[in-house]
Structures are given as structure tokens and as C-alpha cells.
Nanobody, 119 residues
Framework: QVQVAVSGGVLAQPGGSPRLSCVVFGSIFTIYGMVWYRHAPGKELELVAGIGRGGGTNYADSVNGRFTNSRDNRKNTVWLQMNSLKPEDTAVYYC?????????????WGQGTQVTVSS
């Protein structure tokens, strides 16, 4: 069984720099891409940042240059460093991991974590 645990949600001021963590655990062979999404009130789910197993990254234009995605394959963990927060970054953030295991490969989602940016 594979599970994804997300942590780091916060109430932050504009300009703040919180960090979200996403850990995958269970009977895992390989974790391929890991992707952060967010869902803001009244908006559709948005891809925020992705990172491949080799470390290649991609970012939404709205966060490029402010957010940094990193991972440690030994710890099955990815981090989203969020800098220069803006009120429009307020959303529930989710982590998705594409994982291979004994029975095949599947997408797994962690529970959401709330990030609220307000002065």
C-alpha cells in the first residue's frame, strides 16, 4: 500500500517563505514524477510545480522564480519552498506522485494542506 503525506500548511503574511513537504511511503519500487497542485476558492485545480526523478523541474508561470521544488529520492520526499508569497497563492496545496509498486504503477495523491496568505 502506498500513501502520500503532505505537511507545512500555514497562515503566512505576504512576502513570507513557508515550505511544504510531501513524503511517499509504503511498498514502493520507484517514485517517478512528483507534482504540486493547488486549488484556490472559485478556481480550477492548477499545476504549480513538478519534479522528475532526475531532478528536472517545471513551474507554473504564476510561481516561476518564487517557488522552488526539490526532492530527495532516498527519503521519498519532495519539498516546495515558497518565497515572496502573494495573497493569490492562497489555496489548498496537494502533492501527486507517480509510483511503481509490486502490482504496477499508479498516481497517488496526498491530503491537501491549506496555505493562506493574508496581512
Amino acid at each position: 500500500q502506498v500513501q502520500v503525506a503532505v505537511s507545512g500548511g500555514v497562515l503566512a503574511q505576504p512576502g513570507g517563505s513557508p515550505r511544504l513537504s510531501c513524503v511517499v511511503f509504503g511498498s514502493i519500487f520507484t517514485i517517478y514524477g512528483m507534482v504540486w497542485y493547488r486549488h484556490a476558492p472559485g478556481k480550477e485545480l492548477e499545476l504549480v510545480a513538478g519534479i522528475g526523478r532526475g531532478g528536472g523541474t517545471n513551474y507554473a508561470d504564476s510561481v516561476n522564480g518564487r517557488f522552488t521544488n526539490s526532492r530527495d529520492n532516498r527519503k521519498n520526499t519532495v519539498w516546495l519552498q515558497m518565497n515572496s508569497l502573494k495573497p493569490e497563492d492562497t489555496a489548498v496545496y496537494y502533492c501527486n506522485a507517480y509510483v511503481s509498486h509490486r502490482l504496477g504503477s499508479d498516481d497517488y495523491w496526498g491530503q491537501g494542506t491549506q496555505v493562506t496568505v493574508s496581512s
